[in-house]
């Protein structure tokens, strides 16, 4: 079964920094490379939302407005994960993340749910103020 499994939440105090994993695993290892990973955050109350992308190859990676400049998305494809590194979190960024592969082989495909596919099971990420 093709998916993937995010990992790296926790409790954080505004400020404090995270680092979130996202691993192939199943059929997904096998195509990991080929496919830009995307993150979304789906906060208490909310509707789920794109964080980050991150394309196959070399190339943009992309950014929702807000966390410019403190989240990093980085990936290995070797060994099959992907990295969003956030930094100086806000309160307002607590919430359960996913990752999920962008479903026509596109660098990016726009921050829309719809165009991502084989979601994981999320982590959360919980203010602990």
């Known amino acids: 079964q093709a998916q993937f499994v995010e990992s790296g939440g926790g409790l954080v105090h505004p400020g404090g920094s995270l680092t979130l994993t996202c691993t192939a695993s199943?059929?997904?290892?096998?195509?990991?490379?080929?496919?830009?990973i995307a993150w979304f955050r789906h906060a208490p109350g909310k509707v789920r939302e794109f964080v980050g992308s991150i394309p196959f190859a070399a190339g943009s990676v992309y950014y929702s407005e807000s966390p410019k400049g403190r989240f990093t998305n980085s990936r290995d494809n070797v060994k099959n994960t992907v990295q969003l590194q956030m930094n100086n979190l806000e309160a307002e960024e607590t919430g359960v993340y996913y990752c999920a592969r962008e479903r026509m082989g596109r660098s990016w495909s726009g921050t829309m749910n719809d165009r991502y596919e084989e979601w994981g099971q999320g982590t959360q990420v919980t203010d602990c103020t």
């Open positions: 199943g059929s997904s290892v096998r195509t990991f490379s080929l496919y830009a």
